[in-house]
């Protein structure tokens, strides 16, 4: 049983001198069937590879509601100059917009649908609240990649995450095919973590938000997970949904193909993983990015 | 019948004030099975999406080979000064090494191979002559990408190829999965050409061969192909092969995965479309990217 003092501990260390892997020390799955939607098949599979897909998770009615509502939100001008919304680097086009079931209400309703957060307080064993919410749109033509990362570390040691209790749903809004930068998870790799070389930055999250260098592995690393796991890119049409491991090593291509891919993606976190001080960062990132108010959804 | 008359005359103007969409004039098999390797289905094949993917043209043995001389060309410090030598903006690997076939005996000797000439005269029904040879490495982790274009359009304007009579193929020497780069072909894209808006700058080819920006089409028209043709994307183990049409739209996503691609390339032009001067540009592009010497390979 993990005691309070375990919560305190440094279990996970990060951004020092050198790379390492470390076990992970926490369990995957901490419910089972009786606890909610997801069946015994598909929550055996999720410990195994660390994620879940869900062909149809809403209605293609609801699909449509939601695009529209957040394609408005790219068009409020005063939205675009605040510090929740990316823009991407070449293009000026809006990447992402963060603590978006804040903005919209209809992300919000979504959110507290049981086929979303039942299925996280399935997976966590727990209540569980919003630790992050964003919608990620990667235009067509010009999308740029998602470097390889592990959520968790940067969680940690940015956000004060102390262990790994936390799940995230991306639900598409377009459809994915391999070709337009769809997600990239490496099955099985939430089992390892990876430890990352170098100090965080001070305000790291204003640069890393739109390309990350501290906090990813290095090819070596990389390389030496890929040989065991491999790659598997999630497809899928609009409507459907992955729910993946806070500690997946996952990333995206580039797209040059003319569809463009939006996701709103969503992070639970059990009540009882409450984030704390950083564990490798002088301060908090704001709550836009990692929240500090740990109210349970209902 | 092509007279000489029709080989001078520029029917596939380009570069101009305005995109357009013409017709593709010229035929896409110019023989029939009798005359070379390819099944009557494979020509068949060829000639509906402009495509054709040959599962084992070389031995995993011969790959190897391949792979072990070309890998020694780019550590050769005065090849990589040379101007046939292109460097990735960002990582400064090697990315490509133009007339390969002249600077490596084994590459020479693959392209005489009546696996490869012989497929090639068979489609373009004549004898054919080396129009363009590299060797391309997409490095893993950081393999830029690269935007939809037609080959043809750019050797129409920059190079003086008169009519639609060449073939490329692309041997691999690594696998090729959908995550890694693989070449993405809009099947069937090759009866369109699409005339590009925009004046070649002088020595355009310089930035082009880094990032094409001036012959590639617009968004709206790339929207339009793809509406019409959708994306195929082409993979398979080393020692694969793809053979496709001069007119295909083509390109190729970045690379984040660990595993780099290589392949050699090869554009057979037929003897009977030999350049002239080029359509839209002041002077030909340096023979090392688009040969004056129209010798038949024997």
Same mark, same amino acid.
């Given at each position: 049983?993990?005691?309070?003092?375990?919560?305190?501990?440094?279990?996970?260390?990060?951004?020092?001198?050198?790379?390492?892997?470390?076990?992970?020390?926490?369990? !995957?799955?901490?419910?089972?069937?009786?606890?909610?939607?997801? %069946?015994?098949?598909?929550?055996?599979?999720?410990?195994?590879?660390?994620?879940?897909?869900?062909? =149809?998770?809403?209605?293609? =009615?609801? !699909?449509?509601?939601?695009? %529209? =509502?957040? &394609?408005?939100?790219?068009?409020?001008?005063?939205?675009?100059? %605040?510090?929740?919304?990316?823009?991407?680097?070449?293009?000026?086009? &809006?990447?992402?917009?963060?603590?978006?079931?804040?903005?919209?209400?209809?992300?919000?309703?979504?959110?507290?649908?049981?086929?979303?957060?039942?299925?996280?307080?399935?997976?966590?064993?727990?209540?569980?609240? !919003?630790?992050?919410?964003?919608?990620?749109?990667?235009?067509?033509?010009?999308?740029? =990649?998602?470097?390889?990362?592990?959520?968790?570390?940067?969680?940690?040691?940015?956000?004060? *995450?102390?262990?790994?209790?936390?799940?995230?749903?991306?639900?598409?809004?377009?459809?994915?095919?391999?070709?337009?930068?769809?997600?990239?998870? *490496?099955?099985?790799?939430?089992?390892?973590?990876?430890?990352?070389? @170098?100090?965080?930055?001070?305000?790291?999250?204003?640069? /890393?938000?739109?390309?990350?260098?501290?906090?990813?592995?290095?090819?070596?690393?990389?390389?030496?997970?890929?040989?065991?796991?491999?790659?598997?890119?999630?497809?899928?049409?609009?409507?459907?949904?992955?729910?993946? %491991?806070?500690?997946?090593?996952?990333?995206?291509?580039?797209?040059? /193909?003319?569809?463009?891919?939006?996701?709103?993606? #969503? #992070?639970?976190?059990? !009540?009882?993983?409450?984030?704390?001080?950083?564990?490798?960062?002088?301060?908090?990132?704001?709550?836009?990015? @990692?929240?500090?108010?740990?109210?349970?959804?209902?």
């Amino acid at each position: 049983m993990t005691t309070a003092a375990d919560y305190r501990a440094d279990v996970y260390p990060t951004r020092s001198d050198a790379e390492e892997w470390l076990p992970r020390l926490d369990p !995957v799955v901490w419910s089972d069937a009786s606890a909610g939607p997801i %069946d015994a098949d598909g929550l055996k599979r999720f410990d195994a590879a660390g994620y879940l897909a869900i062909d =149809e998770l809403i209605t293609a =009615e609801q !699909v449509r509601a939601l695009r %529209d =509502e957040l &394609v408005g939100l790219c068009s409020d001008e005063r939205l675009r100059a %605040d510090e929740r919304t990316v823009i991407e680097p070449t293009s000026e086009q &809006v990447r992402s917009i963060f603590e978006v079931h804040v903005l919209s209400p209809l992300v919000a309703e979504l959110i507290r649908d049981e086929r979303v957060v039942g299925r996280a307080r399935q997976l966590l064993g727990s209540d569980v609240y !919003v630790h992050q919410s964003r919608v990620n749109f990667k235009p067509g033509f010009a999308g740029k =990649e998602f470097y390889w990362h592990s959520d968790f570390e940067t969680w940690h040691a940015e956000d004060g *995450m102390p262990r790994m209790r936390a799940v995230s749903i991306s639900i598409s809004l377009t459809d994915n095919y391999t070709y337009n930068g769809a997600l990239m998870i *490496m099955p099985g790799s939430h089992q390892t973590y990876v430890s990352c070389a @170098g100090a965080t930055p001070e305000d790291n999250y204003k640069t /890393s938000l739109r390309q990350q260098e501290i906090g990813t592995p290095s090819h070596e690393a990389l390389a030496g997970l890929y040989a065991q796991h491999g790659i598997d890119t999630l497809v899928g049409p609009a409507g459907g949904a992955t729910m993946f %491991d806070s500690n997946c090593m996952h990333g995206s291509n580039g797209n040059i /193909s003319p569809l463009a891919r939006s996701n709103i993606f #969503v #992070v639970f976190n059990s !009540v009882d993983n409450a984030c704390q001080q950083p564990y490798a960062a002088r301060q908090p990132r704001p709550s836009f990015i @990692g929240a500090r108010d740990f109210t349970p959804v209902r």
